[in-house]
């Protein structure tokens, strides 16, 4: 089958088959590997994008349900060589060890702020339920996160950056289809 996608910022059409997942499609020919593979049954979130504004799980999505769909990756964070302010928290904070789980916490939580910019640390634990890291205790996580809503408060920095432009666009977004919605 033939899908169009926007990976990044960047126009992609291509044949799949229709069994392919987001995540392998992502991976495989595009070589967007900062996606990575953790689990392949949607538990640990280590697979985590952005699919019209709204975390997923790419493992659970077929590449074929995102035709015309807007796809982010951690790969699409950075700006002209700096990193996102959730990326630079996580850093800043010592919230990874392995960094296997990191790119799916990091689309994680910017879901999650895109929701709740000024996020507890219970808020966060519950926003971040879905996504795995079997190296630390999460401490440095929650810190980086809350750090991260911190650093994206109105005026804190560009537009792009801020808590609840993903929101903003999610809203105005059109539906990944389907079914009955």
Not at 37 to 56: E, F, I, K, P, R
């Amino acid at each position: 089958m033939r899908i169009t996608v926007t990976v990044d910022g960047t126009r992609y059409t291509d044949e799949v088959e229709p069994r392919t997942l987001l995540v392998h499609y992502l991976r495989n020919q595009l070589g967007k590997v900062g996606t990575v593979v953790g689990c392949d049954t949607s538990n640990c979130g280590a697979c985590t994008v952005h699919l019209n504004g709204q975390s997923v799980k790419s493992c659970s999505v077929l590449a074929v349900q995102a035709d015309g769909s807007e796809i982010t990756t951690i790969e699409g964070l950075a700006r002209d060589g700096e990193l996102h302010p959730v990326q630079k928290a996580f850093q800043d904070n010592h919230a990874l060890q392995c960094g296997f789980c990191t790119p799916g916490m990091i689309m994680q939580s910017l879901d999650l702020l895109s929701e709740n910019p000024d996020p507890d640390e219970k808020a966060v634990r519950e926003g971040l339920e879905g996504n795995l890291c079997r190296c630390t205790g999460y401490q440095n996580i929650v810190r980086a996160v809350r750090d991260a809503a911190e650093s994206m408060r109105p005026g804190a920095g560009p537009r792009a950056e801020r808590a609840g432009e993903t929101a903003e666009r999610a809203a105005t977004a059109p539906s990944m289809g389907g079914g009955a919605e």
